[in-house]
Structure formats: structure tokens, C-alpha cells
């Protein structure tokens, strides 16, 4: 047990579904996050939330929309993916946002996607 | 965004053995992280590094933050079947936490 819970652990879709990826953390953290960890791949930054509100969206296409109605729970909404977006998606949260010392990152066991 | 590179990419040990990854930065960094990830697994926090030629032990790892806060190191002595996976430096810039590419470790019995 993380702390922080993602589902579904694994996903298929195809390029034309809308499919969403949800997280939802229970140790009370201010910040959230979503990762994309690709095969040879460094973990790439997709999107960072503080208290509810965005504050970085790492360049990402539009076809990923993140959403975080509350501080407890973050979503990243799919739709007409492409096959190179097939990878393991990571949420994170942390106490503070990590601009903050002593903020690490506690992760959930990820949703690893394949778009066909 | 800041940037690290991580060496090396691969290593392969007999159990044992040591091991050590270095992480570099062209620039001064605040703090580092570090954090370890098992084969199907998720990455872990493992500790944070502050202040310059920091040392810090947990069990058989060593961390070290280097004097001018460039670059960082972990040190693992006589290597077990359970340190397999790879292990991550990450670095703060803003509000973003920027990962390593990682050194994957093999450890073989």
C-alpha cells in the first residue's frame, strides 16, 4: 500500500476512445503530479497541481486533459491517443509542492497503457 | 528546466560487490533526491541532500552531496539480490522534480 492508489493498473484503448486515468491519494499532500515513464526513458514531467490548481504543464499535447477536482483526487483524461503515448503514467503527490525542501514524491503503482 | 545526467546507465555486479551511481549538474543545485524503483515497481523515495559535502548513510548506502553542490553520488557496499533495480537522482527546479535517466542494476548471485 502507497498511499496513493491509481487505477485501472492496466489500460488498452485504441487511437479513437476517450478513456480516464485516476489517482487518489490519502495522506493528506497539497501537490500532485503526473509522470510518463517510457521504455529508455528518463520520467518526464507531464503536470503538477497545488492545492487544486495547475501550476505547470510541461509542454504536453492537448489530447492528454489532467483534472483535479480536489486536493485528494487527480485525473488525466485520454482521448485520441497515439501509439507512441503507450507508457507506464505515474501520479505523485507530496506534502508541499517540491519547490518546498523536504517535499519527496510518494508515487502510485502507475497505469501502464497501450494504444493500439 | 534542470538537468542531470546519471552515470552510468548499466551495471552489472556479482553479489558482493559495490556499486555507485554519480549524478552532474552544469549548474548549482538546491537539493537532490534520490529514489529507487524495482522491476515492475514504482519509483521510492530514499533520501534528500541539502547542504554542500552532505553525507548521509542508511544501512549499506552511502549519499553524498558534492562540495559545490554539482553533483551527487550513492554508494552501495557489498551488493545484495534485493538492491536490483534502478535507482534515480532528481533534482528541483521551481516546481518541477526532474529525474535522471537512472542507472539499472543487475546484481548476480
Known amino acids: 500500500e502507497t498511499g496513493v492508489t491509481q487505477t485501472p493498473r492496466h489500460l488498452v484503448m485504441g487511437m479513437t476512445n476517450k478513456k480516464s486515468l485516476k489517482c487518489e491519494q490519502h495522506?493528506?499532500?497539497?501537490?500532485m503530479y503526473w509522470y510518463k515513464q517510457s521504455a529508455k526513458k528518463p520520467l518526464e514531467l507531464m503536470f503538477v497541481?497545488?492545492?487544486?490548481?495547475?501550476?505547470e504543464n510541461n509542454s504536453v499535447p492537448s489530447r492528454f486533459s489532467p483534472e483535479c477536482p480536489n486536493s485528494s483526487h487527480l485525473f488525466l483524461h485520454l482521448h485520441t491517443l497515439q501509439p507512441e503515448d503507450s507508457a507506464l503514467y505515474l501520479c505523485?503527490?507530496?506534502?508541499?509542492?517540491?519547490?518546498?525542501?523536504?517535499?519527496?514524491?510518494?508515487f502510485g503503482n502507475g497505469t501502464r497503457l497501450t494504444v493500439t | 528546466g534542470q538537468q542531470v545526467m546519471q552515470i552510468p546507465q548499466y551495471q552489472h555486479v556479482q553479489e558482493g560487490e559495490d556499486f555507485t551511481t554519480y549524478c552532474n549538474s552544469s549548474?548549482?543545485?538546491?537539493?537532490i533526491q534520490w529514489y529507487k524503483q524495482r522491476p515492475g515497481g514504482h519509483p521510492v523515495f530514499l533520501i534528500q541532500?541539502?547542504?554542500?559535502?552532505e553525507v548521509k548513510k542508511q544501512k549499506r548506502l552511502t549519499f553524498q552531496f558534492g562540495e559545490a553542490k554539482k553533483n551527487s553520488s550513492l554508494h552501495i557496499t557489498a551488493t545484495q539480490t534485493t538492491d536490483v533495480g534502478t535507482y534515480f537522482c532528481a533534482v528541483t527546479s521551481g516546481s518541477r522534480l526532474t529525474f535522471g535517466e537512472g542507472t539499472q542494476l543487475t546484481v548476480n548471485p
Open positions: 495522506l493528506g499532500h497539497n501537490a
Open positions: 497541481y497545488s492545492l487544486e490548481e495547475r501550476v
Open positions: 505523485a503527490s507530496s506534502p508541499q509542492p517540491v519547490s518546498s525542501y523536504n517535499s519527496p514524491l510518494h
Open positions: 549548474t548549482t543545485l538546491s537539493n
Open positions: 541532500l541539502v547542504k554542500s559535502g
